[in-house]
Structures are given as structure tokens and as C-alpha cells.
């Protein structure tokens, strides 16, 4: 039940209630008047939205193309799918058992285009079979006209006009409907006459390319699965050869035998269609995968892919310049070690245009090769401390380096020091960082202890609150 | 490639120790420093390229990965493959990371260069294996150790790949037993006055530990623009000014 207009009100109610004449927007006193023996519970209207999602997912090892349908429904589109699962009827009896197992009442239908199938899931009589051959709609004539999912206005004028069956309608021209009714009216009936399609809005993006494997018996060990991937990697990278197109991205779902699943993602740095290195890209997610949940079923995925067409192999051996991997060598081993080190862990330096140290350097994804432009000239430190280091300095006069300064607990004499080189930045480039970028004084010092260390004084002499100093980077 | 000594009875074991090293694994390649006069006083007359080096320095300082870039740097010079630099996340002598005008200014091309950082010590290791197997010129692991094991691998991937692989041990964590071929500790040395506005760099470079060599020491100036080091004893025909004030 819910609550609605200051009273609880049934949200839902099951057969047995529904036979002794219980619906939903009775109010609970009144239903507990009819029924005494009446049990009820709060409608948790979150709760179901996230489990219909989630049975949503479980759903796409039957189908690549799974949407919502409303609070309670799903559509799934099964084209190129049912031969996977021994044709339509038997892909719809088995998903009907997996769900029944579940705990779940089940009503499904298997019919031409999205409109019809929602129509004879939810209206067919009982004892017709669920699913509908192509070019059948004789039986969809039959359905009433609830079944052509219509506003309430427009189905309580029908009910007034007394037409109650869907050839009713079609028995009517085309034009007095849409006067009376709008060219929803119409569009519905095309609809469900697979006249023209209505859409399914998928949860996930449909991939690119997918291959199922469903196995016979389920498998634990990952070198079984290893086997598994190897046979649908070998399917999948004869598709992409033959159509000149490699990987970059791929997704593989594991469905387990309780209903749960996992998916495991490998990305390239150039599109591949080599089975082994694939393969090589899935064996550490492999092995730290939930396996011993038992799996019934592997779905591969294409997330993403670019043309690659087919090389020919160089036979002159001085042809790489100066030796050293080629770049499919090179592709292939940074693969391998973002795989294994995480995503973000291999990079590239580039320069990117601030002034102000710490942003003057951005990170790649590796590898854009093109030579680097770095402004020349001033002394910069080989290494920059992720955030600036405060350290306690004594400055002669205030414009001057300093001549001793403490860091990290020492205290080091400063031998010769350059600057100040001043580096400031817009006012609204404080904004960005939350923090207020004050005016910099950096200086090139070299301690008696032989470091060399990049030193500023943040904030000129004089300032409120007064400047203070901090050491930024490490020369060599 | 010919044999870099022969015996003499002048001073047999050193003669026969290099000899040995030189005969049991050939360095078809090796990295000249750019001085000749620097190369002359290893055994290989220059750095053997398709081995595992070791170079330590003050904790706190940039100097022992500065000499580091400088032989990448070097190494670069030769062609266009890329190098890999690799370091832990969490780096144990919180130098921070490479900065890119900071290693322009040393003559490293960043454009060739491949910057990896791994969690642990032992996926860091791994990945400098793969890299050398794969046969990149160079690699540099920063903040990793490797005790006698790990060293063993890096040598023979190096061998097997060609590159030059080079560690900078965590200072607090320098193994005293290593694989490496050569050990070396780079301290900093007072530049001069008037260098102290340019980018150059002065070392001192001790090699502690080298197979079939001697410990020896070096006063260096390295050149970022011709990307050559250089005996400051040749470019001394000055004396030393005194430390400034």
C-alpha cells in the first residue's frame, strides 16, 4: 500500500486479493473491511525501480537490446538473438523458467515489433501461445483496446463511443479517427500492425559486436573460461578482420549460474584484432573474477573499434629505423602494462599552455608522439613536488633569496641562489583551484649540501597576511 | 667488436678479471658518455648498453636521476624509439614527478619518453621487464629496488632486448648486494659562477662497484644542448673560483 490523499491506498494486490474483487486505489480500511484476513505491506516504489533495472542487466545475456517498459515491464529485442537459445519459443520458455525461479509472475510475449509484443504480453487470452509468427495479426485484433497503450482521456472517450476491440477501430477510416482522437490513435494501430516500429530505449548503448558463448555445462577454472574467451576471441576477430576493423575497447560479461553477473573491461592503444593479445589483456581480470560462482555464459563485446586495415608485413630488416620495437610491438606492450598497473598509469608528458608551474605540464594517455615544445630558457627543476612544501626561510632584505631555509626538518645553508623570476596568473584562474594563486618569487638556490632546489616566496613584502615560503621542485 | 684488454703480466687479476668479463658476455653495444677521454677509463670504453646499472645519491636530491636522464638523454640521442620511465605512485623519497621543462632542460626529448606508475614495487619491476623485452633503448626504474632475483631478471631481459636499464634505488633501501654491472653515486659539485645562470650541471660520479673494472672517480659537466658530458679537469684550464658567498 501507499499513502495518497491522506489515506493508505492499495498500490498492488495479488491474484487471490484481485478475485475477491480488491483493485488498486481501494483504500486500505475499506479493503480490510471486505477481506478481514488481509496482509499487507508499504510499497518500496524505489526498491522495484532498482530491481527491475538490475533484472534488466541479468537480461542482456539474452539480448543485447533490454529497456524499461514502465515500472513493471521490460522489452527486450530478440533479432539474431533466439538461434543462440534453440529458436523463439524456446529463448521465451527459458527466460519464463529463470524468472519463475526467481520468485518472479511472469507474463511474456514474443511478437513482430515492440508495440505487439507489449500488446499480447499483457492482453492475450488465456491459452494462446506467447509467441506470434512475423506477418501474424489476426490475434492482435482480437486484443481490446487498452492494448494500444493510450492516454486515459482517449480510452474513457472510446469506452464512451462503446468501441472495444482493436478491429472495432480498424473497421473506422483512418481520417474520422484522428479527428476525433488525434493521429495518436493511429500511430498506436500502426504500431501494433508492425505498420511502423516503436523504439525500445535501451539501458546501455547496443555494442558494436557481440558474440555469445552459452556452455553447456558451467565452468569454475579460469583456465577453462581462459579457453572459453580464446574460442569467442577467435569468432569475434574474424568478424573485425573481415571487415578491416581492430579494438579498442572490450567489454566481456560473465552470467552466472545465480543469476548474478560480472563485467570485466580491456581497452588497447591501437585498434588489434590479434586473439592472443586479447586474450593476454583479460588474464588478470580474469583471474581476480568471481569465477567459482559458476558460469554459464560468456557475452563479448566491441565497446569501441576503428578501421585497421590489414598491413603488409616488411621483409626488408633495415627497415625499422635505428631498431627497437615496432609500434605494434610498442601498442601492444603499453596494453599490457595498463592492464596490469590500472587504468592512468601509463602517460605521456606534453606541455600545455599556463603559466603557472604545476599546471604547465599535463598528462597523456600514452602514446601521442609528436615532439614537444617547451618554452626555453628559464631554469626549471627536474622533478615538481605534487603540492608545494612550506619551509621556514630567513631573507636578508625582502626582496632577496633567501639565506637559509628548513625543509622537511633540516636546515640547509643556500650557497648561490637565482631570481627572482616573478610568475603570476589571472584573477580568474584563482577561482579554478579554490585557492587564491598569489604572486610568486621563485628562486634557483644551491645549498652547501650540494642540493639544488626551487624555492618561492608566495605573496609580495609588505602583504596581508605577510608572504610566506615554499619549496617546489628538486634540480638535478 | 674486439676485446677491450688482453692479458698483460704487468697486473694480472685486474687484467684477467676484465678479460673474463669482457669474453663471458660480449657488449656488442655500448653508450659513449661523449667524452672520450671519460670513455677511455671503463673497461668497455663506455657504459655497456644491454645491461643493468645502478645509480644512488642523496635522498633529497635530484642529482643520482638527473645523471640518470642525462644517459637516457643520451641513449634518446641515438633514435626515434620511445623510453620508459618507471616510478611508484607513492615515490619513498618524495622527490615528485618528472617535470617536463625540468627534463627539456637536462636535453631529455619528452616526446619519446613513456612515464609509468605503479602501485607496488613488484608490478613497477615487472613492467621494467616487459619494457626491456620488448626492446626499448632505455629504461629508468625510480624508487625501486631490486634485490639479487629481480636484478638477475632485469639483466637478462636486458641482454635479451638490448636496452639499457637503469635503477635509482630508494635511498633508504639501497641493497648491498646487487645484480647490476655497474654501481655508481652521483653528488652534486658548486658550479661555477658564471654557469649558475645557464642550465649546466656539474657531478661528481664515483663508480663504487663495476664488474671487471676498478672503483674510479669523475668530475663531469654535462651539456644539455650537446647532450655530452665532459671532464671538468679538461675545461678547468682556469683554477676553481671559491665557493660564493
Known amino acids: 500500500m501507499a499513502s495518497s490523499g491522506g489515506a493508505l491506498r492499495l498500490a498492488a494486490v495479488d491474484p487471490a486479493a484481485a478475485a475477491e474483487g480488491l483493485e488498486p486505489g481501494l483504500t486500505l480500511a475499506d479493503a480490510r473491511a471486505r477481506l478481514p484476513g488481509l496482509r499487507s505491506a508499504p510499497a518500496e516504489p524505489e526498491a522495484d525501480a532498482a530491481a527491475?533495472?538490475?533484472?534488466?542487466?541479468?537480461?542482456?545475456?539474452?539480448?543485447?537490446?533490454?529497456?524499461?517498459?514502465?515500472?513493471?515491464?521490460?522489452?527486450?529485442d530478440s533479432t539474431g538473438c533466439d538461434h543462440l537459445f534453440g529458436g523463439e519459443t524456446?529463448?521465451?520458455?527459458?527466460?519464463?523458467?529463470?524468472?519463475?525461479?526467481?520468485?518472479?509472475?511472469?507474463?511474456?510475449?514474443?511478437?513482430?515489433?515492440?508495440?505487439a509484443a507489449w500488446a499480447w504480453a499483457r492482453w492475450r487470452p488465456d491459452g494462446a501461445p506467447p509467441v506470434l509468427a512475423p506477418g501474424e495479426t489476426a490475434p492482435l485484433t482480437t486484443l481490446p483496446v487498452e492494448a494500444l497503450r493510450l492516454p486515459a482521456a482517449s480510452l474513457s472517450l472510446l469506452r464512451r463511443l462503446g468501441l472495444r476491440r482493436v478491429d472495432e477501430l480498424l473497421a473506422l477510416p483512418p481520417r474520422t479517427l484522428t479527428a476525433r482522437f488525434g493521429p495518436q490513435l493511429c500511430n498506436r494501430l500502426d504500431q501494433l500492425l508492425g505498420r511502423t516500429q516503436a523504439p525500445i530505449v535501451p539501458r546501455r548503448p547496443p555494442p558494436e559486436r557481440r558474440v555469445v558463448l552459452s556452455l553447456a555445462e558451467p565452468l569454475s577454472e579460469v583456465e577453462a573460461l581462459r579457453t572459453a574467451l580464446s574460442h569467442l576471441l577467435e569468432r569475434l576477430c574474424g568478424e573485425l578482420d573481415a571487415a578491416g576493423e581492430g579494438a579498442r575497447a572490450l567489454r566481456l560479461v560473465l552470467h552466472f549460474l545465480d543469476e548474478g553477473q560480472q563485467s570485466l573491461s580491456a581497452g588497447t592503444v591501437r585498434p588489434s584484432r590479434s586473439p592472443a593479445h586479447l586474450l593476454q589483456l583479460f588474464g588478470p581480470p580474469l583471474e581476480a573474477a568471481e569465477t567459482d560462482r559458476g558460469v554459464e555464459a560468456l557475452v563479448l563485446e566491441v565497446e569501441a573499434s576503428e578501421r585497421d586495415p590489414p598491413r603488409q608485413i616488411g621483409f626488408d630488416p633495415g627497415e625499422r629505423a635505428g631498431g627497437g620495437p615496432d609500434e605494434r610491438t610498442l601498442a601492444e606492450l603499453l596494453d599490457r602494462l595498463q592492464v596490469r598497473l590500472g587504468p592512468g598509469s601509463v602517460r605521456q608528458i606534453a606541455p600545455f599552455d599556463d603559466h603557472r608551474p604545476e599546471r604547465a605540464v599535463r598528462p597523456l594517455a600514452a602514446p601521442v608522439l609528436a615532439p614537444a615544445d617547451w618554452p626555453d630558457g628559464l631554469p626549471r627543476p627536474l622533478t615538481l613536488l605534487p603540492e608545494p612544501e612550506a619551509i621556514e626561510a630567513v631573507a636578508p632584505v625582502p626582496d632577496d633569496p633567501p639565506l637559509l631555509f628548513r625543509w622537511r626538518g633540516r636546515l640547509r645553508r643556500v650557497r648561490q641562489a637565482l631570481g627572482p623570476e616573478r610568475i603570476s596568473a589571472g584573477w580568474w584562474q584563482a577561482f579554478e583551484s579554490g585557492r587564491p594563486f598569489r604572486l610568486r618569487d621563485y628562486y634557483r638556490v644551491e645549498a652547501e649540501d650540494g642540493g639544488r632546489y626551487w624555492l618561492f616566496r608566495e605573496g609580495a613584502v609588505g602583504d596581508e597576511p605577510p608572504p610566506r615560503w615554499f619549496l617546489h621542485g628538486l634540480f638535478g | 667488436m674486439s676485446s677491450p684488454k688482453t692479458l698483460s703480466p704487468g697486473n694480472p687479476p685486474t687484467a684477467l678479471r676484465a678479460a673474463l668479463a669482457a669474453a663471458e658476455t660480449p657488449v656488442a653495444d655500448r653508450l659513449s658518455f661523449g667524452s672520450a677521454a671519460l670513455d677511455a677509463t671503463l673497461p668497455w670504453g663506455g657504459l655497456p648498453a644491454a645491461r643493468l646499472h645502478e645509480i644512488a645519491g642523496a635522498a633529497e636530491q635530484g642529482v643520482a636521476l638527473a645523471f640518470a636522464v642525462a644517459l637516457l638523454a643520451r641513449r634518446a640521442a641515438d633514435g626515434a624509439p620511445p623510453l620508459l620511465w618507471g616510478r611508484l605512485r607513492r615515490d619513498p623519497d618524495r622527490r615528485g614527478r618528472p617535470y617536463g621543462p625540468g627534463l627539456a632542460a637536462l636535453g631529455l626529448p619528452t616526446a619519446r619518453l613513456i612515464l609509468v606508475e605503479a602501485r607496488r614495487p613488484t608490478d613497477l619491476l615487472w613492467a621494467l621487464e616487459e619494457a626491456l623485452r620488448a626492446g626499448l633503448p632505455a629504461v629508468l626504474g625510480e624508487g625501486v629496488a631490486a634485490d639479487l632475483t629481480a636484478g638477475r631478471r632485469l639483466q637478462l631481459a636486458a641482454e635479451r632486448g638490448g636496452g639499457l636499464a637503469l635503477l635509482v634505488p630508494p635511498a633508504a633501501d639501497r641493497p648491498s648486494v646487487s645484480a647490476a654491472t655497474t654501481r655508481w653515486r652521483v653528488d652534486a659539485l658548486p658550479l661555477e659562477?658564471?654557469?649558475?645562470?645557464?642550465?649546466?650541471?656539474?657531478?661528481?660520479?664515483?663508480?663504487?662497484?663495476?664488474?671487471?673494472?676498478?672503483?674510479?672517480?669523475?668530475?663531469?659537466?654535462?651539456?644539455?644542448?650537446?647532450?655530452?658530458?665532459?671532464?671538468?679537469?679538461?675545461?678547468?684550464?682556469?683554477?676553481?673560483?671559491?665557493?660564493?658567498?
Open chain 1, 90 to 115: 524456446a529463448l521465451l520458455e527459458r527466460l519464463c523458467r529463470r524468472l519463475g525461479a526467481g520468485g518472479l509472475a511472469v507474463r511474456a510475449a514474443l511478437a513482430d515489433g515492440a508495440a
Open chain 2, 193 to 245: 659562477n658564471d654557469e649558475f645562470d645557464g642550465p649546466a650541471v656539474r657531478w661528481r660520479l664515483s663508480l663504487e662497484r663495476c664488474r671487471g673494472g676498478r672503483p674510479a672517480q669523475w668530475d663531469v659537466v654535462w651539456d644539455h644542448a650537446t647532450r655530452s658530458f665532459a671532464l671538468a679537469a679538461e675545461l678547468a684550464d682556469r683554477p676553481l673560483a671559491a665557493a660564493a658567498g
Open chain 1, 52 to 76: 527491475l533495472a538490475a533484472l534488466a542487466d541479468r537480461l542482456q545475456l539474452y539480448s543485447p537490446l533490454v529497456g524499461l517498459d514502465g515500472e513493471d515491464g521490460l522489452l527486450l
